[in-house]
């Protein structure tokens, strides 16, 4: 019986936790090799190419997980390599400008 109560204890607290786990997310082709950056100077040789909107949940936050990811989605989307954040923080971007940069080295961090 105290076996029984243990591994329900032991069941119930793994459940706990990988209810807490955010599932993953997958960046598109190309994506991990976008840049990310908040400097203008980053960008400046660049070529705009597209706004960039991190989709927002019914409450109008996006999701902290995958912002960054859908970032550099939609970079990729729009044919950039760059992308400059105008809304949000470097880690969980809420909008920006997906840029084309002719060297890698343009394009910030």
Sequence with gaps: MIGTIRLLVVLGYVAGLLGCTPPQFALGPGAAQVRVTNTTADVAGCTP??????????????????????????????????????????????????????????AGT
Excluded: R
């Excluded at 927002?56 to 954040?85: I, M």
């Design 49 to 106: 190419v597209g706004n960039i909107k991190v989709p927002k949940d019914s409450q109008g936050f996006v999701a902290p997980y995958y912002a960054l990811g859908q970032l550099k989605n939609q970079a990729v989307g729009f044919g950039g390599n760059a992308a400059f954040v105008t809304e949000g923080s470097l880690s969980v971007p809420q909008a920006g400008i997906a840029y084309h940069c002719s060297k890698p080295a343009d």
